[in-house]
């Protein structure tokens, strides 16, 4: 298993692009033997710590494979909407893992 998690900083005023992609990528997420374990979009008062700034949204996402994730990313569904992803989001950091 690839687990995924990113950190989602939106442009301002953009929030309503964003949703027009996440509407397309999530959906697209279960084509490639992914799934979307968390999409949380956190408060001020859930932060108890941080030295960056606070994202707009965190994902978890899991993969059987790395290349499941790959495929995933080269979907040619999704990239025909990527100008909505690039539109709205201004920075996103994107940490791989696996189980311990």
Known sequence: ??????????????????????????????NYNGRLLLRVRPDANSFIEHTIDKPYEIHLVEFDTEQDFKNFMHDE??????HLKEQSIKAS????GTKL
Do not use: C, H, N, W
């Not at 442009?11 to 279960?30: R, T, W």
């Not at 569904?77 to 990527?82: C, I, M």
């Not at 950091?93 to 791989?96: A, V, Y």
């Open 77 to 82: 569904e999704r990239k025909k909407f990527l």
């Open 1 to 30: 298993m690839l687990f995924i998690t990113q950190l989602i900083y939106i442009i301002d005023g953009q929030e309503a692009v964003f949703e027009q992609f996440e509407a397309i990528a999530i959906p697209a997420i279960s």
């Open 93 to 96: 950091i994107l940490i791989q």
